[in-house]
């Protein structure tokens, strides 16, 4: 049997399981049958789906597919026979036919070692609070083995029975959240059982772990765009406070739903005018002379300017000037650097790797609602471990 499936079938399978499994969690949990660890529904099981294979296989993605549709067929016919009685022989026969028809796919490839934590996720979000004190937390714990860059070149990695991984690449992205928080909590072994990274269960509390995380993906995002150029997988607007005209105060994740543009002002240069399009979100640097304006929103906390320095990669002393646009999701799409004169398709650093749809294309000489443009065309998705957060 052999199914084309298409990028939006691919998307609904991997929906459908993901949605699956959480319920799989949801109602072992409220039957008692699995405990609560760290504050949310623990996963019993030694294995989850390996949705990351379905993304990478799509001959494994298609055996799935059909051999759900066979089970599926094979569940019909069975509920079918409890009330024909006069077909029950055909339909047992057409239920059987269609299980032994069925192209199971190999286990090796549809199931994937899980921990107890694998679908936990970070209850405070990616603020940029959150990311300055994992910054801080990691100098403290982690720096020594992974070095200051993440690149697993520490003063103490030689001695380590095993070379820490560089966490630059895409390791932060492709694992579970939480079978990442399970690492640093309970560290890890090697084949032989020796220990390859001890664990911080004692140092570290569950907070920091998170907050340790998404230090990392913010400095791996500034270390993928200050060598590639491009942000290969997706990166959200950090959270924190907001404070918007008519002095109403928000959080940067509040204005979700709208493109925002975040800019870093400069001392003297023209305030940025307002736009219709999207809303102007000005970030103020500690230290510096920033424009004198009044924005449609402006941030001004600390932390705020420290974690676009991480995601950027550069030092927080030359972010004035830059500009980074944001989609109505909250994804990091693109980034305007200090003195550019205007927006085009290139400055989207963060694609989703679709082809523009016919008809996209926006009028010659407007780049930025070209730009607007490829962002609402090509909406990226954060997949961990095959499925989408």
Same mark, same amino acid.
């Given at each position: 049997m052999d199914l084309t499936l298409s990028p939006a079938a691919l998307n609904s399978l991997l929906a459908g399981l993901q949605e699956a499994q959480l319920a799989l969690r949801a109602a072992l949990h409220a039957l008692g049958l699995t405990p609560d660890l760290h504050g949310q529904p623990a996963w019993p099981f030694a294995s989850r789906i390996a949705g990351e294979m379905l993304v990478m296989d799509a001959g494994h993605a298609r055996r799935v597919v059909a051999s759900a549709a066979c089970l599926g067929l094979a569940v019909l016919a069975l509920a079918v026979s409890m009330f024909w009685r006069r077909a029950r022989l055909g339909l047992w026969g057409?239920?059987?036919?269609?299980?032994?028809?069925?192209?199971?796919?190999? +286990?090796?490839?549809?199931?994937?070692?899980?921990?107890?934590?694998?679908?936990?996720?970070?209850?405070?979000?990616?603020?940029?609070?959150?990311?300055?004190?994992?910054?801080?937390?990691?100098?403290?714990?982690?720096?020594?083995?992974?070095?200051?860059?993440?690149?697993?070149?520490?003063?103490?990695?030689?001695?380590?029975?095993?070379?820490?991984?560089?966490?630059?690449? +895409?390791?932060?992205?492709?694992?579970?959240?939480?079978?990442?928080?399970?690492?640093?909590?309970?560290?890890?072994?090697?084949?032989?059982?020796?220990?390859?990274?001890?664990?911080?269960?004692?140092?570290? +509390?569950?907070?920091?772990?998170?907050?340790?995380?998404?230090?990392?993906?913010?400095?791996?995002a500034g270390q993928m765009l200050k060598e590639s150029g491009v942000w290969a997988y997706p990166v959200r607007l950090p959270d924190g406070p907001v404070r918007c005209l008519r002095g109403n105060r928000a959080t940067a994740r509040s204005l979700a739903g709208q493109r925002v543009r975040l800019a870093v002002p400069v001392a003297g240069a023209p305030a940025l005018a307002d736009d219709p399009r999207l809303v102007t979100l000005q970030l103020l640097v500690p230290g510096t002379l920033n424009a004198a304006a009044d924005p449609e929103c402006e941030m001004a906390e600390p932390a705020a300017a420290a974690s676009l320095s991480l995601i950027l990669g550069v030092p927080a002393g030359q972010l004035p000037g830059?500009?980074?646009?944001?989609?109505?999701?909250?994804?990091?799409?693109?980034?305007?650097?200090?003195?550019q004169a205007g927006w085009s398709e290139d400055d989207l650093v963060c694609r989703s790797g679709a082809r523009p749809e016919p008809g996209s294309a926006a009028p010659a000489g407007d780049g930025l609602d070209g730009l607007i443009r490829r962002m609402d065309a090509e909406p990226v998705r954060l997949l961990r471990g095959g499925f989408a957060h």
């Open positions: 057409l239920a059987l036919a269609a299980l032994l028809l069925a192209p199971w796919p190999s +286990s090796n490839l549809l199931l994937t070692p899980a921990m107890p934590t694998s679908f936990h996720a970070s209850r405070g979000g990616f603020t940029a609070e959150g990311i300055v004190r994992g910054q801080n937390i990691y100098e403290q714990h982690c720096l020594r083995c992974h070095g200051a860059d993440g690149r697993g070149e520490g003063p103490d990695a030689p001695g380590l029975a095993m070379w820490p991984p560089t966490l630059n690449g +895409s390791l932060l992205w492709k694992r579970m959240e939480g079978e990442l928080f399970w690492r640093v909590r309970h560290g890890l072994q090697g084949r032989d059982g020796r220990p390859t990274m001890p664990d911080f269960e004692r140092q570290l +509390s569950e907070r920091q772990v998170w907050e340790v995380l998404d230090f990392l993906q913010a400095q791996a830059y500009q980074v646009m944001v989609d109505r999701q909250g994804w990091l799409r693109a980034v305007g650097k200090p003195g």
